[in-house]
T-cell receptor, first 114, second 112 residues
């Protein structure tokens, strides 16, 4: 059965600093991995997705994530944080096993300090 | 571009009352989902549908019912609301099981 663990419920960075949000997963088959962002009082929006085509995935707003099978990780990064990046971020994993189940992590809230 | 629209956006109920949450999508997606979001727990799947006329249970289905009579609409019902159902409810849709999901802006439901 798949699972997702996001390390750190809260992360605080200064504007212009590196953003690193950690996600580890477990899956019995090659997974499909996603990062979503949620702004206050809104639904989740897709940032990027991994579907085995390339291990480094680029998303919107300057975010990217690297799939590392040996570490079962899919960490999200952005070289330089902007105030508008303050939001909650969710990692999610789906298995293509004929059934359906997407598991979402508990979320990491990103704070950006001026 | 409406995408996924949820109504109502806010609602306060008394214990034992019933209500229906409506989700409508205009993207012709086959798959639709209902989640609840509680602090520190991410999103948990309540029910989902893989096409018009079909529904299936998710991770936390107890106390909820759903219907998908039309492809574009997915209804979530609470027959007898309980305080434990106080949450933010999100509807989502997708083109397939491994495709990204498109979310509505949520319904904030409080049960007193």
């Amino acid at each position: 059965a798949q699972s997702v663990t996001q390390l750190g419920s809260h992360v605080s960075v200064s504007e212009g600093a590196l953003v690193l949000l950690r996600c580890n997963y477990s899956s019995s088959v090659p997974p499909y991995l996603f990062w979503y962002v949620q702004y206050p009082n809104q639904g989740l929006q897709l940032l990027l997705k991994y579907t085995s085509a390339a291990t480094l995935v680029k998303g919107i707003n300057g975010f990217e994530a690297e799939f590392k099978k040996s570490e079962t990780s899919f960490h999200l990064t952005k070289p330089s944080a902007h105030m508008s990046d303050a939001a909650e971020y969710f990692c999610a994993v789906t298995e293509d096993t004929g059934g359906f189940k997407t598991i979402f992590g508990a979320g990491t809230r990103l704070f950006v300090k001026a | 571009n409406a995408g996924v629209t949820q109504t109502p956006k806010f609602r306060v109920l008394k214990t034992g009352q019933s209500m229906t949450l409506l989700c409508a999508q205009d993207m012709n997606h086959e798959y639709m989902y209902w989640y609840r979001q509680d602090p520190g727990m991410g999103l948990r799947l309540i029910h989902y549908s893989v096409g018009e006329g079909t529904t299936a249970k998710g991770e936390v289905p107890d106390g909820y019912n759903v219907s998908r009579l039309k492809k574009q609409n997915f209804l979530l019902g609470l027959e007898s609301a309980a305080p434990s159902q106080t949450s933010v409810y999100f509807c989502a849709s997708s083109t397939g099981t491994v495709q990204p999901q498109h979310f509505g802006d949520g319904t904030r439901l409080s049960i007193l």
